[in-house]
């Protein structure tokens, strides 16, 4: 099979046929794909992580903060923490806002007509969540450092608070910032044709109500920093983070400092997920607390620092209007996202594709979502896998059950009539071009995948003998890519690659890993265009002095932008290697294939070079040997999706995300109606990212995320005691990730629908497998709870919120 | 961090024990498999600059006297769970043992006696002894004294250990006959509700003890297995709340976990 997509960068030699397709049989693993190039080290203990790195004389921060959801500082004493043994600095907001200026926004609701404050790094006259940072203390010792920390004292004047997002939205609600006229951060409205006409005139209407209780990612490894200032001035800044490129823009205009002499290191990550997008004030607080002590200083976020960051919390309110064939008329959804007190951190923004991705991948004219941004006195959010994504996923798959209730229609078949078919591709839907999709075939092979008709005759016995078992179908589109014109969030990234004289390779590139793998996979890539071994190629991410800009990971990027231009720089370093073997061999350049580490002429293999060979005489003999003109074997490219409309088109039309992987999910629980309890029993999945480059690690990012989602949706949860406006969860004996005894074996599938957009057909794989797990979860809880006649609609469905629906049910 | 400057004492006798705990009342921590305390001096929780360990005092036996067995207070729930004995003669502390969470890590390294000093409602232990009515054998100052369990867990994280005063073992009497239920959210929850039924060798009488659903354990004894839910819904007067379920959701399930507890001594016990 092959695909003729025009391509606009593809090299003349490779026609325009996806190359991948005519390597490899899509459905196999290739024999030659490596292992993660790191595994040996993270399995054995001996990865290096940010607290690993222990520069010389390293001091220890810890961060006093605020107590009270919302009140004025009268007073900040650092008298008794400055005095304590072996405290070298220590520093409260007053004193802060001379060294680091105001700090930018991962990104800016400016950007979007939305409403924004001024932020430092450490609170100046108000603070307003439980935990933000109102002073800091270095010492010798972290142990020193926080005995002292608690010796601060400071005075505050208790203001009205609100946690609440509907609360505070009320007239009367209590303002979290007091130069707005509300706690409206924004409103996004996605809306085509005629929504409320087509449901009031639709033969059946479905209204519910979905709350989505607060939750996180709960990264293994928490964030930190350090920062250490050489003599000459320069800044050396290591973060947990996944963008360090922004992050030496961002300090530059801090603290003052010329970006040319600030090094930014992104050491591997624990687990990112958008928890380490940047934007946190302990950045450049880090570096301001190094220059005053005069050393290097650390500072890693525990775990109750962690727990305090939220990164989901949503009220729906949806109605369907449908016909009796269960082909859906009309939608709306108003949603409301309580995204705590704002700050210049990455998670606010997940309120726009909450909205964005309706109506999936679902043929709807008519619409009309709104999606409200609402300030609170909770913590801020941060980003999380999903990033609102999973919203829009999770009310479309209520939405298609529910239809399916009404009519006595099987939910898979209410799918089926509703999809948007594969011929339509490429297809305008909504602020998205979808590239293409084969949704119908997805379903249907996850259908077979998890036995499906085998599963409702389980559940039909297990009825009669009064077990609840609960089937959840889901199917989730995924938007990758994206790109915020005006922003650090952009939809290119650019790589280098470069020869060395003995044959070995560097890739250096912007994007960065947050475990995902992508360093083998680029490594591999690179490698393969030059027919060497992937272990001959080095890739360097992360370094801000060795790597070309990059905007670092998030929306499942890295293949798409940094390892198509490694590819394509790869390419033409192989035209230029190609030119000075054809000399050195006497024959056409394009008669030479670079495989097996070696350069040889496909018509007569006798002649033929080492790689390297060609390599060296390139460094050596190049500007002398006639014909040997090109020295240069690096090269710099810059890729990315083409499928963006970043500039609303003829018909008014803007599409910020160019890549849309897709999957589908059909889980199996058991539900003991008694107490509420939900056991997993069988989850399978069929996932389209479309060529798939590393197999194995596409299924290890559908693990996790999967386990994420069923996390979320079962189990995690980030509570707020009304009474102190704080958070209650602070260690994981309180907020319940799964663990292995909580998951069945995932079975996985794949279907390859290629982008006719990327360079390789890829879409990204980071994030799918979140939305519908939740979904599943949502929907298999409830299939469970039908013959009940029991709707539950809390996240999380913990025990006690099924078996508070139960109860509701009864009255 | 621990952020005091921390002095360890490892006394030698009970004696020296009782003093060291007399001497810095309020400021002086007992350390017996530390699973609890590290974490909680850890986030500050508890604020002492004295530790003192019991790993010198021979207290991690399991003692078989005839009729009474004696768990020193530095059994850990694997010597309980690896002791065929104590399976024989009291299954019940074994099954509990085997549900405590955090794998081989905690199993070997926290202690019963540990858990049931703590004495947090969410956890197995407290319940599982009430429900033996097992003795608390407790070294102060003075000497020796003893005391049942349910009147050692005074309310929520608060024992009868008076200055001076550490548990040196606690006893049990042989229980054949048992069942047990716990409910938990996931496999990192602590209990939300848990029920030990134990039936009495002598006159075939049922009991079923309530542990995570009220600050301290409930024991029921049952005359008739039909007012089950009636004495379940009279006994649980206060039901506890916390981070991870509210009172009224314990309320609800105790009368379930109750009654499966005794179908699982009735079928299997």
């Known amino acids: 099979m092959s695909i003729d997509i025009p391509h606009p960068v593809r090299s003349k030699r490779e026609g325009t046929a996806i190359p991948s397709l005519h390597a490899m049989k899509i459905d196999e693993v290739p024999s030659d794909q490596p292992l993660r190039r790191d595994g040996n080290l993270l399995l054995t203990g001996r990865a290096e992580f940010l607290d690993d790195i222990v520069p010389r004389g390293l001091l220890h921060a810890a961060i006093l903060r605020s107590p009270h959801p919302h009140a004025r500082i009268r007073s900040v004493d650092l008298s008794l923490a400055e005095a304590f043994p072996g405290v070298c600095a220590a520093l409260s907001g007053e004193r802060a806002v001379e060294l680091v200026g105001p700090m930018p926004a991962f990104f800016d609701p400016a950007m979007i007509g939305c409403r924004t404050f001024e932020f430092r790094c450490l609170a100046v006259d108000t603070v307003r969540w439980v935990g933000q940072p109102v002073a800091a203390v270095v010492a010798e010792t972290l142990a020193d450092a926080e005995a002292a920390r608690d010796l601060i004292r400071v005075e505050y004047d208790i203001l009205p608070a609100v946690l609440d997002a509907e609360k505070a939205l009320e007239s009367d609600a209590p303002l979290v910032f007091e130069t707005w006229d509300d706690n409206l951060l924004g409103k996004f409205p996605f809306a085509e044709g005629d929504a409320e006409g087509k449901i009031a005139n639709a033969p059946h209407v479905v209204a519910g109500e979905l709350r989505v209780g607060r939750h996180q990612c709960a990264p293994m490894e928490t964030r930190g920093c350090i920062a250490s200032w050489e003599r000459s001035g320069k800044l050396v800044f290591w973060a947990s983070t996944q963008n360090p490129h922004p992050i030496r823009t961002n300090l530059s205009m801090m603290l003052r400092v010329p970006e040319e002499r600030i090094q930014v290191i992104a050491p591997r990550l624990g687990g990112g997920f958008g928890h380490k997008f940047n934007g946190y004030a302990e950045e450049p607080l880090v570096c301001a607390l190094s220059r005053l002590a005069g050393a290097p200083v650390k500072w890693l976020e525990t775990r109750e620092e962690c727990l305090l960051v939220g990164a989901r919390e949503f009220l729906h309110r949806f109605r369907v209007g449908f016909g009796d064939d269960g082909v859906v008329h009309g939608l709306t959804d108003r949603i409301i996202g309580n995204i705590g007190a704002l700050e210049t951190w990455g998670g606010w923004a997940m309120t726009f594709p909450a909205g964005m991705t309706f109506p999936g991948p679902y043929k709807v004219g008519n619409y009309h979502v709104e999606s409200m941004a609402v300030v609170t006195n909770k913590a801020p959010w941060s980003g999380y896998r999903g990033y609102g994504k999973e919203q829009a996923a999770m009310v479309l798959e209520r939405m298609m059950d529910l239809i399916g209730q009404h009519l006595d229609l099987d939910p898979v078949e209410v799918r089926r009539r509703n999809f948007i078919p594969r011929e339509v591709f490429p297809y305008w839907a909504g602020a998205k071009h979808l590239d293409s999709g084969n949704y119908a075939g997805a379903l249907d092979k996850a259908l077979e995948l998890a036995g499906y008709g085998e599963l409702r005759g389980r559940q039909a016995l297990a009825r009669k003998e009064g077990r609840h078992l609960g089937i959840g179908v889901a199917f989730e589109l995924t938007p990758e890519g994206g790109d915020f014109a005006g922003s650090f969030l952009r939809g290119f990234d650019t790589s280098t690659v470069r020869v060395h004289p003995t044959g070995a390779i560097t890739v250096l590139t912007g994007v960065t890993s947050p475990g995902t793998g992508n360093e083998t996979t680029i490594a591999y890539l690179v490698a393969r265009e030059l027919g060497v071994p992937s272990e001959n190629v080095a890739v360097v991410q992360g370094d801000t002095d060795a790597c070309p800009y990059g905007f670092g990971s998030f929306s499942s990027r890295s293949i798409g932008t940094g390892g198509a231009a490694a590819v394509l720089a790869a390419r033409e370093i192989r035209d230029r290697m190609s030119a000075a073997a054809a000399v050195l061999l006497d024959c056409e350049a394009s008669d030479l294939k670079f495989a097996d580490s070696h350069v040889r002429s496909m018509t007569d293999p006798t002649k033929s070079l080492l790689f390297s060979d060609v390599a060296q005489t390139v460094f050596r003999r190049a500007l002398a040997t006639p014909g040997l003109d090109e020295p240069l074997l690096e090269v710099t490219k810059v890729d990315r999706p083409h499928n963006f409309q970043l500039v609303p088109d003829a018909e008014g039309r803007f599409s910020a995300y160019p890549s849309y992987p897709y999957s589908a999910h059909v889980a199996l629980i058991d539900l003991d109606v008694e107490t509420g309890v939900v056991s997993v029993q069988e989850y399978s999945a069929v996932d389209d990212c479309g060529i798939v480059i590393s197999p194995k690690f596409v299924d290890g990012q559908l693990y996790g995320a999967i386990a994420q989602g069923i996390g979320g949706a079962l189990w995690e949860y980030q509570p707020y005691d009304d009474v102190t406006g704080g958070p209650i969860a602070r260690t994981f004996k309180h907020y319940l990730t799964p663990r292995a005894r909580d998951l069945p074996m995932f079975r996985l599938a794949h279907q390859h629908t290629p982008s006719p957009f990327t360079l390789l057909g890829t879409k990204g794989a980071g994030e799918s497998g979140v939305s519908g797990a939740m979904a599943a979860m949502l929907n298999a809880v409830n299939d469970a709870l039908t013959p009940l006649g029991v709707t539950a609609h809390q996240l999380p469905l913990n025990p006690q919120n099924i078996l508070a629906a139960i109860e509701r049910a009864k009255r | ?269």
């Open chain 2, 1 to 269: 961090m621990i952020r005091t400057r921390l002095l360890y004492h490892r006394p030698a006798t009970l004696g020296e024990c009782s003093d060291l705990l007399a001497k810095y009342v309020g400021n002086v921590a007992v350390l017996g498999g530390g699973t609890q305390l590290l974490p909680q001096m850890t986030r500050d929780e508890i604020h002492v600059e004295h530790v003192v360990d019991l790993r010198g005092l021979s207290l991690d036996t399991l003692v078989f006297h005839g009729d009474d067995i004696e768990i020193g207070a530095m059994a850990t729930y694997a010597d309980i769970m690896s002791s065929t004995e104590l399976s024989a003669l009291v299954p019940l502390l074994g099954r509990a043992a085997r549900g405590v969470t955090g794998g081989s890590q905690i199993a070997r390294q926290a202690t019963v006696v540990g858990a049931v000093c703590h004495n947090y409602p969410g956890s197995d232990m407290p319940g599982v002894l009430v429900a033996l009515d097992a003795k608390m054998r407790i070294h102060g100052t003075s000497g020796l004294r003893e005391i049942s369990a349910s009147d050692f867990l005074l309310s929520a994280s608060k024992v009868d250990l008076r200055p001076g005063e550490f548990v040196v073992s606690f006893l049990v009497r042989p229980v054949a006959n048992i069942g047990y239920c716990k409910i938990t959210h996931s496999t990192g929850s602590w209990p939300i509700a848990t029920a030990s039924a134990v039936r009495d060798h002598a006159t075939g009488k049922i009991a079923v003890t309530l542990g995570a659903i009220q600050a301290v354990p409930i024991r029921i004894e049952l005359d008739d297995l039909g007012q089950l839910d009636l004495q379940v819904r009279k006994a649980v007067v206060a039901p506890w709340s916390d981070v991870l379920a509210p009172g009224s959701y314990r309320a609800a399930i105790a009368g379930v976990v109750a009654r499966r507890a005794i179908g699982d001594l009735q079928e299997y016990g």
